[in-house]
């Protein structure tokens, strides 16, 4: 599971002003607990895409700290986060990947939209296109 450590803090109004030490970039506010999973996820996933626009690597979620919550990311999203890493991190554009993967541009592009929808074993068949696998554990 990728959880990521979050700092709760009182914005002094009634709520909580969210962000994450490991993704300084990630802030929220949120008004009460039950948003927060939500609120929170939308504020990293945002993030992401702008970690990548910019090609750069996203960084694994540290172990949380006694006053932290954790706030986990959705399957689906890490999966695609761990693609666009490696993608970044082995300077491999869309393009790259199109042609690796036997597919067209417009593929690639709806796989690494973190917004789309896409099966696990189309990020798998990137990732090893890539010379990776995408694997599953049950802890």
Known sequence: M????AL???NKEGGYIVSFRDVPEAITEI???D?????????????LEMYFEKNRV?????????NEVM???PLIVVAKMLLLNVM????IRPCDLARKMHIKPQEVNRIIDLQHKTKLDTIDSA?????????????
């Open 127 to 139: 990732m090893r296109a890539l010379g990776k696998s995408l694997q599953l554990t049950v802890v």
């Open 35 to 47: 948003e927060l999973q939500d609120t929170a996820v939308d504020a990293l996933v945002t993030v």
């Open 88 to 91: 970044v991190s082995s300077n």
């Open 31 to 33: 008004w009460s607990m």
């Open 71 to 73: 706030v986990a990311l």
């Open 2 to 5: 990728y959880a990521y450590p």
């Open 8 to 10: 709760l803090r009182d």
């Open 58 to 66: 996203f960084p694994e979620p540290s172990k949380p700290k006694k």
